[in-house]
């Protein structure tokens, strides 16, 4: 209960975020109204592309913001929001904002090809220098102190 809890505050607070902009309109005055929508959501691309054509579907919690113009027009848009569903043949992923929840956590890709490690005569070099460092800086605060070293 407590994980399905904090589930729901985080979902909260990333649909807080993810709210489209709304932009000041200097010809007319609009109504903006803002809501949840919360289903299933079905896409179907139409225009042909083969890359696009993947069908898309799952259950959603989106931000909407509904404007009414001037004229009566009425405009309802939707953000992307929290989706868990499927594209394509992929297998089943949580969507925060339209990219995939494995995508948000990766780090950044390494440099490619071979590496070289550092070899073991590398190490204990690395390890008498450090040793000899921490002796001469140890000595020479030593001798600036006269208490370092008893004189009888």
């Known amino acids: 209960m407590r994980k399905l809890t ?3 505050v985080l979902a909260a607070e990333l649909l807080a975020a ?4 709304v932009a000041a309109d200097l010809v007319s005055a609009q109504a903006h109204d803002a809501g949840l929508f919360a289903g299933v959501r079905v896409r179907l691309s139409l225009d042909g592309e083969t890359r696009s054509q993947r069908i898309r579907a799952g259950v959603a919690l989106a931000p909407t913001l509904r404007s009414r113009s001037a004229t009566g027009e009425v405009r309802t848009r939707f953000g992307e929001g929290l989706e868990f569903g499927v594209r394509g043949r992929e297998p089943l992923q949580l969507s925060i904002a339209g990219t995939p929840a494995s995508q948000l956590v ?3 890709p390494g440099p490619s090809g071979d590496r070289a490690g550092v070899s073991t005569l590398g190490w204990v070099a690395i390890g008498v220098g450090a040793l000899v460092a921490v002796v001469l800086v140890a000595g020479a605060i030593c001798l600036s102190d006269s208490d370092c070293i008893p004189s009888e």
Request: proline share 10%.
């Open 106 to 108: 990766q780090g950044k």
């Open 18 to 21: 993810a709210q489209p902009a």
């Open 6 to 8: 904090i589930a729901g």
